[in-house]
């Protein structure tokens, strides 16, 4: 029997929520946790669960901070605790923290995994998003800068689809820049994806936000995912918030990867894209 993609997501569904009903039953009887913690269903008075779910050199960093100051809800990971690149929510995390409320900073894709936990927990998800010539040139220069760190060449700093040791540092600019396009890029392509079709099939109702958007206009842009998340806010928020350190990543970087890219690598990049000509990559913001 082959089942449609809305079919096989409420079979999936079905399955979780008969295996959550068994770790709550044995967490509880082995005294692990609090058994109110795992009432799942969550109720309009709860605090919420909110996740960025943002590609890397996107401007995460600053908009969960940012959230954190402002809602005071804490920051947590979702992810497993064994999880270095936070692209799964971990469901005993989220038992841990239903009706206490936080922000999780996660590498996030799509999965229908991801989007029946997003469902069954009410979280509200933030997809951030950015001009891809400007992600090449971020990481770019983000490679670069993480070669001064001590402990690069171990291994232990980089990214799940870009993974760094010593070589890179033996590498020539434009050899990197070919290395981030070849290997980079196509990881991005299956985060935008992933989430396009969970929104344009309405399974996942998140709110996309704009690189660009977020760092021209802080204030209404910040005020307008607070509306969102159903955390009402008026007037102004405190200024030193929105210029804090982590706002300083990325700012200003509109434009270069326009400037720092060939027409050649350009068309390199346009064409991993072009394999998924029903997605409409311009509504998203990603150009």
Not at 20 to 32: C, F, P, Q, R, Y
Not at 160 to 168: E, G, P
């Amino acid at each position: 029997m082959v089942l449609k993609d809305d079919e096989l997501f409420f079979e999936f569904e079905f399955e979780v929520e008969k295996m959550t009903e068994a770790l709550i039953d044995a967490a509880s009887e082995d005294g692990l946790v609090r058994p109110d913690h795992f009432h799942y269903q969550l109720s309009g008075n709860d605090k919420p669960m909110i996740v960025v779910a943002a590609a890397p050199r996107t401007g995460s960093t600053f908009l969960t901070n940012v959230l954190k100051k402002v809602t005071k809800l804490q920051r947590f990971r979702l992810c497993s605790g064994y999880s270095t690149n936070e692209h799964d929510l971990y469901l005993p995390a989220l038992c841990m923290m239903n009706n206490n409320g936080c922000v999780s900073q996660m590498h996030m894709k799509g999965t229908y995994h991801n989007a029946l936990l997003i469902n069954r927990f009410k979280i509200k998800q933030i997809i951030l998003v950015r001009n891809i010539y400007d992600i090449v040139a971020s990481l770019f220069h983000d490679l670069r800068k993480k070669e001064e760190i001590s402990g690069y060449h171990i291994g232990k700093i980089g990214y799940s689809f870009l993974w760094l040791d010593s070589a890179t540092k033996n590498m020539n600019d434009e050899d990197l820049i070919d290395m981030i396009i070849d290997l980079a890029i196509p990881w991005y392509v299956n985060f935008y994806v992933s989430w396009y079709r969970l929104t344009e099939q309405n399974i996942v109702n998140p709110i996309w936000v704009n690189y660009e958007d977020m760092m021209n206009d802080k204030n209404n842009t910040i005020i307008s995912i607070l509306n969102f998340i159903d955390f009402p806010f008026n007037g102004e928020i405190n200024s030193t918030i929105l210029n804090e350190k982590y706002s300083t990543y990325n700012k200003g970087d509109s434009g270069r990867g326009d400037i720092l890219l060939s027409d050649e690598r350009k068309s390199r990049i346009q064409e991993k894209f072009s394999y998924y000509e029903d997605v409409n990559f311009d509504r998203y913001f990603v150009r």
